[in-house]
């Protein structure tokens, strides 16, 4: 049994990287990931192969942390915005209704 080919990705396909994927990202380091332990293991590779497996699962699970302070810092943004936009409705309100009774 061969094992899976690769898939072969163009320029053209490679998302911008200010617009990448969080998703996608994960998914391409576990490919690799798993690309790496697919490699033939002999003495002579063994250490270098559980070095890059071991620097990719590192790199996966940072970009998982900083993913989730990054959707934290835009959830307490979304909510700061409201709570404004709510005191702001809040203000027009009571204005429009104190201009009607004066």
């Excluded at 049994?1 to 380091?29: C, F, G, H, K, Y």
């Excluded at 690309?35 to 890059?52: E, F, G, H, P, Y």
Aim: proline share 6%.
């Amino acid at each position: 049994m061969q094992p899976p080919q690769p898939e072969n990705v163009t320029p053209e396909r490679i998302p911008d990287p200010w617009l990448a994927d969080s998703v996608w990202l994960l998914e391409e380091l576990a490919k690799t990931r798993e690309a790496v332990l697919r490699i033939k293991l002999q003495l002579d590779n063994a250490s270098d192969i559980k070095s890059v497996v071991d620097r990719i699962w590192s790199l996966e699970q940072h970009l998982r942390y900083l993913l989730r302070l990054h959707s934290e810092g835009q959830w307490s943004f979304r909510k700061k915005a409201e709570k404004a936009a709510k005191k702001v409705t809040a203000s027009k309100v009571v204005q429009l209704r104190t201009g009607q009774q004066g």
